[in-house]
């Protein structure tokens, strides 16, 4: 199942950040570039739990994740919603020692890439994304 095009997110959940705005711009100016294809894509900021709920209720996973997405292509360009977590996004910069914005980033490459039909299934695939990413990453700076 899943949700109509452009998520219906109530307001309480949606968390306002200063980053979004410029790192949205950058990073789908990179793809838009690089592949000419991207129509409309919507990112959104919210909480674990929020997330946890979308993943629950429309891929029937139990547990968190830092990025969803939801493919809403009806023509030609990618279309869809990316449903980022802030808080993995914070854990995760963390973890590996970057700065908020660069994971960021990341992350919404990774959900642009899940847009352009990768997927992250198996670890050979998981590797396979990951080298998009940090090429397109790289493109950015």
């Not at 968390?15 to 950058?26: I, V």
């Not at 977590?85 to 995760?92: K, P, V, Y």
């Not at 847009?115 to 998981?126: F, I, M, N, Q």
Request: glycine share 6%; net charge neutral.
């Amino acid at each position: 199942m899943k949700p109509p095009a452009s998520v219906a997110v109530p307001p309480a959940v949606v968390t306002a950040t200063s980053t979004l705005p410029a790192a949205c711009a950058g990073v789908v100016a990179v793809i838009c570039v690089a592949l000419s294809t991207v129509n409309e894509v919507a990112f959104v900021l919210l909480s674990d739990d929020a997330l946890l709920e979308f993943n629950r209720r429309y891929l029937h996973h139990d547990d968190y994740t830092d990025v969803i997405t939801f493919d809403g292509q009806t023509g030609t360009g990618v279309s869809g919603d990316v449903l980022m977590s802030h808080d993995r996004i914070r854990e995760n910069a963390k973890a590996f020692g970057v700065s908020t914005q660069h994971e960021l980033r990341r992350v919404m490459v990774h959900g642009l890439l899940h847009l352009l039909g990768h997927s992250d299934k198996s670890k050979a695939k998981r590797d396979a994304m990951r080298v998009l990413e940090d090429k397109y990453l790289a493109r950015y700076r």
